[in-house]
């Protein structure tokens, strides 16, 4: 009921920024929460930030705190992460996802959301 698309991504130099975007449509009423994730090859799918889309509080993963931003756009439909001061170690496929209501589900885990995009591949040169 909720598609997601996912742009933005591409190669950076270390300290370098990327804005990565979200757009979403279909019944994007039903959205309580978006976040991000990322997934490097052969390893789990891991939290990066996450906003309540009615009140915009948000949840950070620490190593992303203060270097991250996520940001939503009501009007567009559309959420935002603003990577800044990155480090190859952010090198990964990044991944939009939305959830329905109620809260009290997860936002920090994979099975917490309902929808997710296709992933944009973020790669960080030393």
């Known amino acids: 009921q909720v598609q997601l698309v996912e742009s933005g991504g591409g190669l950076v130099q270390a300290g370098g920024s990327l804005r990565l975007s979200c757009a979403a449509s279909?019944?994007?009423?039903?959205?309580?929460?978006m976040g991000w994730f990322r997934q490097a090859p052969g390893k789990e799918r891991e939290f990066v930030a996450a906003?309540?889309?009615?009140?915009?509080?948000?949840n950070y993963a620490d190593t992303m705190k203060g270097r991250f931003i996520i940001i939503r756009n009501n009007a567009k439909n559309t959420l935002y992460l603003q990577m800044n001061s990155l480090k190859p170690e952010d090198t990964a496929i990044y991944y939009c996802?939305?959830?329905?209501?109620?809260?009290?589900?997860?936002?920090?885990?994979?099975?917490?959301?309902?929808?997710w995009g296709q992933g944009t591949q973020v790669t960080v040169s030393s």
């Open positions: 906003i309540t889309w009615s009140s915009g509080s948000t």
């Open positions: 279909g019944r994007t009423y039903s959205i309580y929460s």
């Open positions: 996802a939305a959830r329905n209501g109620p809260a009290g589900r997860s936002t920090w885990a994979v099975s917490g959301y309902d929808y």
